[in-house]
């Protein structure tokens, strides 16, 4: 019965292959978040997905690409991945502007 | 443009006293602000927000937070901090109808037995 999930919980892989991260919530939340957590801690918004409309879209490389298929979830596709991506990437979910709730976030590893 | 600000990395209290986690924000309208905490390895947490109403507000785990406009700022605090308090605290603000949330850099909080 989690309310916000992520898969993989880690991921580590090799520069330049592709991967994804899935996230799912079943709180019924209209608006969903893809966050990026570097190892100084800091959070940056990557993504935000309204009603499956795109409404954030921070200045993050084109190699990170946001699929809704749905409400209930969000997922990062990132192409050709680099020793910079490497970082905690954390999914979130709200009621329109409401509180988020965040997922047990994706500790990316890239070789 | 809005900003938030945590203006220390680091805090240190011993267990049973009071605690403070400072917070201070700017934004051009009226603020929505929040408090997050993160443990070790886990995501964030939801511990309590301001929308409107009494300053002073109550959350999680004993926490509460006072709203002051004129200083704009939106201190975490709680009479008597528990060693199991030790983790990452977040102050986030927003403008009303703005989905994006603005983060501070996180403060570190340590309770010390």
């Known amino acids: 019965d989690t309310a916000v999930s992520q898969t993989p919980k880690y991921l580590v892989t090799q520069m330049g292959n592709d991967k994804s991260i899935k996230c799912e919530q079943n709180?019924?939340?209209?608006?969903m978040y893809w966050y990026k957590q570097d190892s100084k801690k800091f959070l940056k918004i990557m993504f935000s997905?309204?009603?499956?409309?795109?409404?954030i879209n921070e200045t993050v490389p084109n190699r990170f690409s946001p699929k809704s298929p749905d409400k209930a979830h969000l997922n990062l596709h990132i192409n050709s991945l680099e020793l910079g991506d490497s970082a905690v990437y954390f999914c979130?979910?709200?009621?329109?502007?409401?509180?988020?709730?965040f997922g047990p976030g994706t500790r990316l590893t890239v070789l | 443009a809005q900003s938030v600000a945590q203006p220390e990395d680091q805090v240190n209290v011993a267990e049973g006293n009071p605690l403070t986690v400072k917070c201070t924000y700017s934004?051009?309208?009226?603020?929505?602000l929040f408090w997050y905490v993160q443990y070790p390895n886990r995501g964030l947490q939801f511990l309590l927000k301001y929308i409107t109403g009494d300053n002073l507000v109550k959350g999680s785990y004993g926490f509460e937070a006072e709203f002051n406009k004129s200083q704009t700022s939106f201190h975490l605090k709680k009479p008597s901090a528990l060693v199991s308090d030790s983790a990452l605290y977040f102050c986030?603000?927003?403008?009303?109808?703005?989905?994006?949330?603005?983060w501070g850099a996180g403060t570190k909080l340590i309770i010390k037995p």
């Open positions: 709180l019924g939340h209209d608006t």
């Open positions: 997905y309204n009603n499956k409309e795109l409404i």
């Open positions: 986030a603000v927003r403008e009303l109808s703005n989905y994006q949330l603005i």
């Open positions: 934004v051009s309208g009226n603020p929505y």
């Open positions: 979130a979910s709200s009621h329109i502007t409401d509180t988020q709730y």
